[in-house]
């Protein structure tokens, strides 16, 4: 599976979940929009990008880009992170685990960012991933 794939494979994941609990999910017309769903919750509407976790087993954590990626014509990689005046927050799916979660972007660094799904909590710099289940947050 193509990046393109996984990421449309994430989008109905997160959709799907959203749906499930009765929140209420538009998708912006074309693609020159930062964010790929809006998330209507009965109170305001979210600017969301949908991500997709990696697992890293080893240290019970998963991790996701808070940037995207552009290549022009030469090859030439042009990475941008994203702003909280283009999003409100990341769903993000991690297939591993079939789970979803929301981080509101003021959370996230401009790289990348780890959420612990177990293990050792006690370290101040720990991103409890509990913290950040999409059902708690739209429930």
Known sequence: MNTSEKGDASE?????????IGIEV??????SARYDIIIDDGSEL?????KTATERKSSD???FNCY???????????TKSYTPDEIDGYAVYSPSLDECYWVPVEDSPSSKMTLRYSGDMSHHRTN????????????
């Open 128 to 139: 409890n991933a509990s913290n950040y289940l999409l059902t708690e947050r739209f429930k």
């Open 26 to 31: 538009s998708i912006p017309f074309g693609d």
């Open 12 to 20: 109905a994941a997160v959709i799907s979940k959203l749906k499930l």
């Open 61 to 63: 954590t998963i991790t």
């Open 46 to 50: 979210l600017r969301t990008q949908v």
């Open 68 to 78: 995207t990626d552009s290549y022009k014509n030469g090859g030439e990689r042009n």
